[in-house]
């Protein structure tokens, strides 16, 4: 909902976002796994790797904590300034949520 689209913004194409609302988690789940170059969507296999690296960065050090101590009790904070940062997307102009290039 309203509050899930920014924290999801931080982590997937806008395109992933609209998509979810609008048509479900099937369908965003089936572009997720694959590849795509349209004015709405770019994305494939490395950018999947740079997601799956991004949140093991975020994540591991509270694995590690909880793994050192079970009896740990965090709350887990996103820092405000994370995003995940595609390369491939670096050069790209989004317009409307639409990738000029393509």
Do not use: C, H
Request: proline content about 5%.
């Amino acid at each position: 909902g309203t509050l899930l689209s920014p924290l999801l913004q931080k982590f997937f194409p806008y395109s992933f976002i609209a998509t979810l609302k609008e048509e479900g988690a099937d369908i965003m789940l089936r572009m997720f796994d694959k590849d795509s170059e349209t004015p709405e969507l770019i994305w494939d296999a490395g950018m999947r790797v740079e997601l799956r690296f991004a949140v093991a960065e975020v994540l591991d050090p509270l694995i590690k904590s909880r793994q050192e101590n079970a009896k740990l009790d965090v709350d887990f904070v996103l820092p405000s300034n994370f995003y995940i940062k595609y390369k491939k997307l670096e050069d790209e102009l989004i317009i409307g949520g639409v990738y000029v290039r393509v």
